[in-house]
């Protein structure tokens, strides 16, 4: 399975901007795509994740309100809507996939196999 993120860049506080993970290679009936991100010298934070039938969503607390995840079926890509974007979102954005039934939590990045290579999101105030 192979992602790719695209789609970041910078922008004011208060902006938007879509985020898009192409997948590709093994297809799947199961599992989630999550998008996690990683602000320098931090941990990778979850962000949220949707099931890949796209039936279900999840946010954390810090993005809810304000970020959407939706995927296209034709497409095979995945997309994180995010607006009023705040100077402590900016981060370097990643998407992943969760195809096994990892007893990770579903919000940690250790329960994901496949990663996309991450694209920066900078917010300036």
């Known amino acids: 399975v192979q992602l790719q993120a695209s789609g970041g860049g910078l922008v004011q506080a208060g902006g938007s901007l879509r985020l898009s993970c192409a997948v590709s290679?093994?297809?799947?009936?199961?599992?989630?795509v999550g998008w996690f991100r990683q602000a320098p010298g931090k941990e990778r934070e979850f962000v949220g994740y949707?099931?890949?039938?796209?039936?279900?969503?999840y946010y954390t607390d810090a993005v809810k309100g304000r970020f959407t995840i939706s995927r296209d079926n034709v497409k095979n890509t995945m997309y994180l809507q995010m607006n009023s974007l705040k100077p402590e979102d900016t981060a370097v954005y990643y998407c992943?996939?969760?195809?096994?039934?990892?007893?990770?939590?579903?919000?940690?990045?250790?329960?994901?196999?496949?990663w996309g290579q991450g694209t920066q999101v900078t917010v300036s105030s």
């Open positions: 992943a996939a969760r195809l096994s039934g990892s007893t990770y939590p579903i919000s940690s990045p250790y329960g994901y196999e496949y």
């Open positions: 290679g093994r297809t799947f009936s199961s599992g989630v």
């Open positions: 949707i099931t890949w039938r796209g039936v279900s969503t």
